[in-house]
């Protein structure tokens, strides 16, 4: 049991800005939030996957199919860093595969969407991978060293893909009237979405405060959805996209942008498993993980054998 000497002591460290290492004692409760919170970020990237992946083959040229491609592998990359950090906390990445394949473990619930159009890639990357990157910056600076550290490479990645989501969406808001169509459509479906990935209210969220209070999390997630909707309305006006919310109004007194109400009815249902495609991607996920298990298993026998080989020459 924690004792409530530990609990000071280690809240002290918390509040004088030092990092939390593998090796240090923790609260188990710590402990289990981040794992839960982390594992749900990996399974996230790893699910991400599959709306982009869909459209490498038929992305409008070769420069076009090499760019998604190689960003799909980065989504790869994400994952296992993330998971590579969890199991510092001593959790099994089976188990915590395994844990959102069949059972209750989630994930962003923006990857529960389809992608109708190529203008949805483009969208995906200016809105989606804009949203993470503002969630993002701000766990790279958590208090726990290696969730800091994976976030800190992620996000020179992420900043990237929304670089290149904006310069295509640009493109397309620049294009033929159907392009330009196109475009607007996929905001229009994906801006609220995009919203929502923050997670609810604070008010609402039952793990907010105390994410806050030991510093895995730096900012509420109110406070990161107002500063991305701030930068999205500047970014969107630049080329000629509009938000589809009409009540999205600059507010002189806060300087920020007053938004609409976001359809949290929606949001939840998406959570529980209603979504537009959240059964379609667990059946890809699981048929993938499925279909894989032979290689992980000749794996495991490989680096067994050379361990043992190894063994027997020293």
């Given at each position: 049991?924690?004792?409530?000497?530990?609990?000071?002591?280690?809240?002290?460290?918390?509040?004088?800005?030092?990092?939390?290492?593998?090796?240090?004692?923790?609260?188990?409760?710590?402990?289990?939030?981040?794992?839960?919170?982390?594992?749900?970020?990996?399974?996230?990237?790893?699910?991400?996957?599959?709306?982009?992946?869909?459209?490498?083959?038929?992305?409008?040229?070769?420069?076009?199919?090499?760019?998604?491609?190689?960003?799909?592998?980065?989504?790869?990359?994400?994952?296992?860093?993330?998971?590579?950090?969890?199991?510092?906390?001593?959790?099994?990445?089976?188990?915590?595969?395994?844990?959102?394949?069949?059972?209750?473990?989630?994930?962003?619930?923006?990857?529960?969407?389809?992608?109708?159009?190529?203008?949805?890639?483009?969208?995906?990357?200016?809105?989606?991978?804009?949203?993470?990157?503002?969630?993002?910056?701000?766990?790279?600076?958590?208090?726990?060293?290696?969730?800091?550290?994976?976030?800190?490479?992620?996000?020179?990645?992420?900043?990237?893909?929304?670089?290149?989501?904006y310069e295509m969406l640009a493109k397309m808001a620049d294009g033929t009237p159907e392009q330009q169509r196109m475009a607007q459509d996929a905001v229009n479906r994906w801006w609220w979405p995009?919203?929502?990935?923050?997670?609810?209210?604070?008010?609402?969220?039952?793990?907010?405060?105390?994410?806050?209070?030991?510093?895995?999390?730096?900012?509420?997630?109110?406070?990161?959805?107002?500063?991305?909707?701030?930068?999205?309305?500047?970014?969107?006006?630049?080329?000629?996209?509009?938000?589809?919310?009409?009540?999205?109004?600059?507010?002189?007194?806060?300087?920020?942008?007053?938004?609409?109400?976001?359809?949290?009815?929606?949001?939840?249902?998406?959570?529980?498993?209603?979504?537009?495609?959240?059964?379609?991607?667990?059946?890809?996920?699981?048929?993938?993980?499925?279909?894989?298990?032979?290689?992980?298993?000749?794996?495991?026998?490989?680096?067994?054998?050379?361990?043992?080989?190894?063994?027997?020459?020293?």
């Amino acid at each position: 049991m924690d004792t409530q000497q530990q609990l000071d002591e280690f809240q002290k460290r918390i509040d004088n800005g030092e990092t939390i290492e593998p090796k240090d004692w923790m609260p188990e409760r710590y402990r289990k939030q981040l794992i839960r919170m982390m594992s749900q970020h990996a399974h996230s990237e790893i699910v991400g996957m599959l709306p982009e992946g869909n459209w490498i083959t038929r992305a409008p040229s070769l420069k076009r199919k090499m760019v998604l491609l190689a960003k799909v592998q980065d989504e790869a990359g994400h994952g296992l860093y993330l998971y590579s950090a969890t199991e510092t906390l001593g959790a099994e990445r089976r188990e915590l595969v395994e844990d959102y394949l069949y059972g209750n473990a989630k994930y962003s619930s923006i990857f529960n969407y389809p992608t109708l159009t190529y203008a949805d890639i483009c969208v995906i990357g200016w809105l989606v991978d804009g949203a993470a990157i503002v969630n993002q910056t701000m766990l790279a600076k958590s208090s726990y060293g290696p969730y800091a550290r994976a976030n800190l490479r992620i996000c020179k990645e992420e900043s990237f893909h929304k670089k290149q989501g904006y310069e295509m969406l640009a493109k397309m808001a620049d294009g033929t009237p159907e392009q330009q169509r196109m475009a607007q459509d996929a905001v229009n479906r994906w801006w609220w979405p995009t919203l929502m990935m923050f997670g609810p209210h604070d008010s609402d969220s039952p793990n907010s405060a105390e994410l806050i209070k030991w510093a895995v999390k730096t900012k509420t997630n109110d406070e990161l959805r107002q500063h991305f909707v701030d930068r999205m309305v500047m970014e969107a006006e630049a080329i000629g996209i509009s938000l589809p919310d009409p009540n999205l109004k600059y507010n002189e007194e806060t300087g920020h942008w007053d938004f609409g109400d976001i359809p949290w009815d929606e949001f939840w249902s998406v959570v529980k498993g209603d979504g537009p495609m959240n059964r379609e991607r667990m059946r890809a996920r699981r048929k993938a993980y499925e279909d894989g298990e032979w290689v992980r298993e000749a794996a495991m026998e490989y680096a067994r054998k050379k361990k043992l080989r190894e063994g027997k020459a020293s």
